[in-house]
């Protein structure tokens, strides 16, 4: 068994030090939420062509919940299919068991969307429910940080590696920006939406590292038992 590591309770405390703030900004609708929401919209949104849109839209369909879940369960399954059981329900809680955390902020801060509060705006895709936080920009963070984690933890060709994690943060950056573009989220949801769930990521791995580190009968927990 490995000692936990100290870098995830680091980086959940830097992640909590974002998400709480925009939280308490939301709550008491403070100004600088809204300047800074402005602003980064005024930006994302200023080139809108429509082959880039086109490209976007897919992007942002990538990060519906249902894409999330089933890609999860892909990854939980390859990971069972090498033998790398626990990191596999490391897969499953992370990506399905904390998106909850979402729903329930959600319910309970009740942001409107975008085009709820401002009737003049057009969202480029259909969107129902809360707008705090982003579920795109949480549930991606969950996917693509676990892929991460794992590929850091379990991948020994570097090229692999670098390849997966390059492509994990790739997503998580496209798809919780195209929430932006498409006009569905606040900036300071996605942004919320990467905060909370890198923290819950995070507090989970410190959590789990021990047992999915621990060696047992067949051998390291980590690693494909040797034939």
Do not use: E
């Not at 850091?152 to 932006?180: D, T």
């Amino acid at each position: 068994m490995k000692k936990r590591p100290v870098y995830p309770l680091i980086i959940a405390a830097v992640s909590l030090a974002v998400f709480i703030p925009i939280l308490i900004g939301v709550t008491t609708h403070a100004a600088w939420i809204t300047a800074v929401d402005q602003c980064v919209i005024q930006v994302v949104t200023a080139y809108r062509p429509a082959w880039l849109t086109a490209i976007v839209l897919v992007i942002t369909n990538l990060g519906d919940p249902p894409v999330v879940v089933i890609v999860g369960l892909i990854v939980a399954g390859i990971l069972f299919y090498f033998r790398r059981r626990r990191y596999a329900w490391f897969a499953f809680a992370s990506i399905c068991l904390m998106s909850l955390f979402n729903h329930i902020v959600k319910s309970w801060i009740r942001r409107p969307r975008p085009f709820i509060q401002d009737p003049a705006i057009t969202p480029l895709t259909p969107a129902g429910g809360w707008s705090f936080p982003s579920g795109h920009a949480s549930g991606s963070m969950l996917l693509y940080g676990t892929v991460i984690l794992i590929a850091l933890s379990l991948v020994s060709l570097p090229w692999a590696r670098r390849l997966l994690v390059g492509f994990s943060v790739v997503m998580i950056a496209l798809i919780g920006v195209s929430r932006i573009y498409v006009q569905v989220h606040f900036p300071t949801d996605v942004l919320a939406g990467w905060s909370s769930a890198l923290a819950g990521l995070m507090l989970l791995w410190w959590l789990m590292y021990p047992w999915l580190t621990a060696v047992g009968p067949t051998g390291w927990a980590g690693r494909a038992p040797r034939p």
